[in-house]
C-alpha cells in the first residue's frame, strides 16, 4: 500500500500549482515515432546523433558493437538502414557526426578488446564506408566536435582492469579537413601528470592506495565552451572537473565541484526503499554532485556549463547501517540507521571521517538528484534541488524511484541516487534556451527553461514508458535514457524542432516533436540558488 508522508502535503501541493502553470510554458514534447531493437538491458541503444544531410540517425549499439544507421526522414516510423560493424576495432561507445554538411562523416570512439589498451577514433563517411581510425588513449569512452567540427575532444577513461590502471587522459585531434585528412602525428594527448608534481587542489575526492593522481581519474564527459577555446571535462569519481585549454593543448585546472547539503529546504531527498511511503525530507547527508554528462551555453554574456549530477562508486560504498557514526555528531544513529530512515541508504566509506578515529562524522552519498548551472569559473548558479523526486512524486506517486528493469519497482531506487540523471542536453529555439535531462532509473526527460540561469523555470516532464507493459518482454516502453540530441528546426525532416532520445535498457531509440504554446503563465519552480 503506497503512503504518503504527510508533512510534505503543503509543499506538494505548492509545487502542483507551480507545474500547472508551467505546463503553460513555450514548449512541451510529443512523442511521434521510436526504433525498437528487441534487445533488453544489453546496451543497444546508447549514444545518438543525427546528419541533416541525410536525415539518418546514428546510433551506438554496444550489443552488437555497430553503429545502428536509422532512416528518420519519416519521424513517425524510424527504420533501420544498415548497421556499421565496429567489432574490428572493438567495441564503440559514442559517435558524432561531422556538423559541417559537404564532410559526410562521422567519428566514432572505440575501446579496445583489452580494455586498458589503447582505443581509436575510428571515421567512416555516412553510408558506413571506412576512412580512417586514428590511436587515443585508453577506453575512449565519449567524443565530441567543436569548433564548428574544426576539433575532436575525446573523454579517455581508463578505467583499471585485472590489476593495470592506466592514465586517464583527454585527446584533442585537429579534423579541419575531416578525418580523412587527419594524421596520427596530429592527435594530442592531454594527460593529469601535473597534478603528482605540483599537488592536487583540495576537495579533490582522490581514492586511497592509488599510485599517481593520473591513473585515479577517470574522464567522463565533455563540453566545448561555446566559441571552442576551452573545454570542461567531467571527472565523475573524483567529483570534479578539468578544464583544458583546446588551443595550447594544456590542463588549466581542476575543479572540485564540493557538495550539496540534504539537511536543507528545498534539497532533501528520498532515502529509503522500505519505508513503503514517498518521503522527501531533509537528512543529515553531503550529496556528492558527480556529474556523467556536461552540456554549456551562453546567455549573450556569460558561458555556462550544466551537469547532470548521477554520482558513481567503485565499490568503496556501504548502507549507513552498517557504519560506525560518531555519537556526538549523530546522537540519535540508532534511530537513523534504521531501514525506514537512512539506514539503506548507499554512502561513502573513503569520505566522512574528517578526525581520522574510525567513525564516521559525516555522510557522503553519490549525485545530488538534481541538475546544476555552473559559471565558467565554476562558481554553483543554480540546482535544481529536490525537483526531480517532488515532480515525480506527483506526477507518478504509484511508481515513484522505480528501477529501468521492471516495472511495479516503486520506490526501488530511493537508497541509491533515486532518479538518477545522466544525460543532458541544451537546446536554444525560440529565442529561448532549454535544459533536457533524462533520467536514467524511472526513466523520461525533465525540460527546464534556462535562458537566464538565475531564474529558471521548470517546463515539463515527460517519457514514453508504458508501466503496465513488461520490460523483459519489451512492451513497457522506452527505459534508461543514455544520450540525447536535439535537431533543430532548420535541419529537422519535419522543419520542427525535434528530440531523439536513445535509451539503454529497453534497446529503443524515440523521435519528440518539439511544439510551440500560448507563451503565458511559465511557472517558476525557483530552483535552489547555493
Same mark, same amino acid.
Given at each position: 500500500?503506497?503512503?504518503?508522508?504527510?508533512?510534505?502535503?503543503?509543499?506538494?501541493?505548492?509545487?502542483?500549482?507551480?507545474?500547472?502553470?508551467?505546463?503553460?510554458?513555450?514548449?512541451?514534447?510529443?512523442?511521434?515515432?521510436?526504433?525498437?531493437?528487441?534487445?533488453?538491458?544489453?546496451?543497444?541503444?546508447?549514444?545518438?546523433?543525427?546528419?541533416?544531410?541525410?536525415?539518418?540517425?546514428?546510433?551506438?549499439?554496444?550489443?552488437?558493437?555497430?553503429?545502428?544507421?536509422?532512416?528518420?526522414?519519416?519521424?513517425?516510423?524510424?527504420?533501420?538502414?544498415?548497421s556499421?560493424?565496429? @567489432?574490428?576495432?572493438?567495441?564503440?561507445?559514442?559517435?558524432?557526426?561531422?556538423?559541417?554538411?559537404?564532410?559526410? $562523416?562521422?567519428?566514432?570512439?572505440?575501446?579496445?578488446?583489452?580494455?586498458?589498451?589503447?582505443?581509436?577514433?575510428?571515421?567512416?563517411?555516412?553510408?558506413?564506408?571506412?576512412?580512417?581510425?586514428?590511436?587515443?588513449?585508453?577506453?575512449?569512452d565519449?567524443?565530441?566536435?567543436?569548433?564548428?567540427?574544426?576539433?575532436?575532444?575525446?573523454?579517455?577513461?581508463?578505467?583499471?582492469?585485472?590489476?593495470?590502471?592506466?592514465?586517464?587522459?583527454?585527446?584533442l585531434?585537429?579534423?579541419?579537413?575531416?578525418?580523412?585528412?587527419?594524421?596520427?602525428?596530429?592527435?594530442?594527448?592531454?594527460?593529469?601528470?601535473?597534478?603528482?608534481?605540483?599537488?592536487?587542489?583540495?576537495?579533490?575526492?582522490?581514492?586511497?592506495?592509488?599510485?599517481?593522481?593520473?591513473?585515479d581519474?577517470?574522464?567522463?564527459?565533455?563540453?566545448?565552451?561555446?566559441?571552442?577555446?576551452?573545454?570542461?571535462?567531467?571527472l565523475?569519481?573524483?567529483n570534479?572537473?578539468?578544464?583544458?585549454?583546446?588551443?595550447?593543448?594544456?590542463?588549466?585546472?581542476?575543479?572540485p565541484?564540493?557538495?550539496?547539503?540534504?539537511?536543507?529546504?528545498?534539497?532533501?531527498?528520498?532515502?529509503?526503499?522500505?519505508?513503503?511511503?514517498?518521503?522527501?525530507?531533509?537528512?543529515?547527508?553531503?550529496g556528492m554532485f558527480?556529474?556523467?554528462?556536461?552540456?554549456?551555453? @551562453?546567455?549573450?554574456?556569460?558561458?555556462?556549463?550544466?551537469?547532470?549530477?548521477?554520482?558513481?562508486?567503485?565499490?568503496?560504498?556501504?548502507?549507513?547501517k552498517?557504519?560506525?557514526?560518531?555519537?556526538?555528531?549523530?546522537?540519535?544513529?540508532?534511530?537513523?540507521?534504521?531501514?525506514?530512515?537512512?539506514?539503506?541508504?548507499?554512502?561513502?566509506?573513503?569520505?566522512?571521517?574528517?578526525?581520522g578515529?574510525?567513525?564516521?562524522?559525516?555522510?557522503?552519498?553519490?549525485?545530488?538528484?538534481?541538475?546544476?548551472?555552473?559559471?565558467?569559473?565554476?562558481?554553483?548558479?543554480?540546482? @535544481?534541488?529536490?525537483?526531480?523526486?517532488?515532480i515525480?512524486?506527483?506526477?507518478?506517486?504509484?511508481?515513484?524511484?522505480?528501477?529501468?528493469?521492471?516495472?511495479?519497482?516503486?520506490?526501488?531506487?530511493?537508497?541509491?541516487?533515486?532518479?538518477?540523471?545522466?544525460?543532458?542536453?541544451?537546446?536554444?529555439?525560440?529565442g529561448?534556451?532549454?535544459?533536457?535531462?533524462?533520467?536514467?532509473?524511472?526513466?523520461?526527460?525533465?525540460?527546464?527553461?534556462?535562458t537566464?540561469?538565475?531564474r529558471?523555470?521548470?517546463?515539463?516532464?515527460?517519457?514514453?514508458r508504458?508501466?503496465?507493459?513488461?520490460?523483459?518482454?519489451?512492451?513497457?516502453?522506452?527505459l534508461?535514457?543514455?544520450?540525447?540530441?536535439?535537431?533543430?528546426?532548420?535541419? @529537422?525532416?519535419?522543419?520542427t524542432?525535434?528530440?531523439?532520445?536513445?535509451? $539503454?535498457?529497453?534497446?529503443?531509440?524515440?523521435i519528440?516533436?518539439i511544439?510551440?504554446?500560448?507563451?503565458?503563465?511559465?511557472?517558476?519552480?525557483?530552483?535552489?540558488?547555493?
Amino acid at each position: 500500500m503506497l503512503f504518503i508522508n504527510p508533512i510534505r502535503l503543503v509543499a506538494l501541493a505548492t509545487l502542483s500549482l507551480t507545474i500547472g502553470l508551467s505546463l503553460q510554458a513555450r514548449i512541451s514534447l510529443v512523442h511521434r515515432g521510436t526504433h525498437e531493437t528487441g534487445v533488453f538491458d544489453e546496451s543497444a541503444a546508447e549514444i545518438v546523433d543525427y546528419d541533416s544531410a541525410t536525415q539518418r540517425l546514428f546510433v551506438v549499439n554496444a550489443d552488437s558493437d555497430t553503429i545502428d544507421v536509422l532512416d528518420a526522414s519519416d519521424v513517425d516510423n524510424p527504420s533501420l538502414l544498415f548497421s556499421i560493424d565496429i @567489432s574490428p576495432w572493438g567495441a564503440p561507445n559514442s559517435v558524432a557526426v561531422d556538423p559541417r554538411m559537404w564532410i559526410h $562523416e562521422i567519428a566514432v570512439a572505440v575501446e579496445a578488446d583489452t580494455v586498458t589498451d589503447p582505443g581509436h577514433v575510428v571515421f567512416f563517411d555516412t553510408d558506413g564506408n571506412f576512412i580512417k581510425s586514428l590511436m587515443v588513449g585508453a577506453l575512449p569512452d565519449m567524443l565530441v566536435y567543436g569548433q564548428g567540427g574544426k576539433l575532436i575532444a575525446v573523454a579517455n577513461e581508463g578505467e583499471p582492469d585485472g590489476g593495470v590502471d592506466p592514465e586517464g587522459s583527454v585527446s584533442l585531434i585537429p579534423v579541419r579537413w575531416g578525418g580523412m585528412n587527419a594524421m596520427q602525428s596530429d592527435v594530442m594527448t592531454v594527460g593529469f601528470g601535473s597534478l603528482d608534481t605540483e599537488g592536487a587542489p583540495e576537495g579533490l575526492r582522490l581514492f586511497p592506495g592509488v599510485e599517481s593522481i593520473a591513473q585515479d581519474l577517470e574522464p567522463e564527459y565533455i563540453a566545448f565552451s561555446p566559441f571552442g577555446v576551452r573545454i570542461w571535462v567531467t571527472l565523475q569519481e573524483a567529483n570534479a572537473v578539468a578544464i583544458i585549454n583546446t588551443f595550447s593543448g594544456k590542463l588549466e585546472k581542476v575543479l572540485p565541484l564540493g557538495t550539496i547539503d540534504h539537511s536543507k529546504w528545498g534539497f532533501g531527498i528520498d532515502a529509503s526503499d522500505r519505508d513503503d511511503e514517498i518521503n522527501i525530507a531533509n537528512w543529515p547527508v553531503m550529496g556528492m554532485f558527480m556529474p556523467d554528462a556536461i552540456a554549456s551555453y @551562453s546567455d549573450g554574456e556569460e558561458v555556462f556549463y550544466v551537469t547532470a549530477n548521477e554520482g558513481d562508486d567503485r565499490g568503496e560504498d556501504e548502507r549507513v547501517k552498517d557504519l560506525d557514526l560518531d555519537p556526538t555528531v549523530f546522537p540519535d544513529a540508532d534511530d537513523l540507521q534504521e531501514d525506514e530512515e537512512l539506514g539503506r541508504l548507499g554512502v561513502s566509506t573513503i569520505d566522512g571521517d574528517t578526525d581520522g578515529d574510525g567513525d564516521f562524522d559525516a555522510l557522503y552519498s553519490y549525485g545530488t538528484r538534481s541538475f546544476t548551472i555552473w559559471s565558467a569559473g565554476g562558481k554553483r548558479i543554480f540546482d @535544481s534541488g529536490d525537483d526531480f523526486e517532488q515532480i515525480i512524486a506527483m506526477q507518478l506517486p504509484e511508481e515513484f524511484n522505480s528501477n529501468n528493469d521492471e516495472n511495479g519497482s516503486f520506490e526501488s531506487r530511493s537508497d541509491n541516487k533515486g532518479p538518477e540523471p545522466e544525460a543532458i542536453e541544451i537546446a536554444h529555439f525560440w529565442g529561448r534556451t532549454y535544459a533536457f535531462i533524462g533520467l536514467e532509473r524511472i526513466s523520461g526527460i525533465m525540460v527546464y527553461d534556462i535562458t537566464n540561469p538565475r531564474r529558471v523555470s521548470f517546463v515539463e516532464y515527460v517519457h514514453n514508458r508504458d508501466f503496465g507493459g513488461d520490460a523483459e518482454l519489451g512492451t513497457a516502453g522506452d527505459l534508461g535514457p543514455e544520450g540525447i540530441k536535439f535537431i533543430p528546426q532548420h535541419k @529537422s525532416p519535419t522543419g520542427t524542432p525535434l528530440l531523439v532520445v536513445a535509451n $539503454e535498457v529497453s534497446g529503443s531509440t524515440s523521435i519528440y516533436e518539439i511544439k510551440s504554446l500560448r507563451p503565458i503563465g511559465i511557472g517558476d519552480l525557483g530552483g535552489n540558488a547555493p
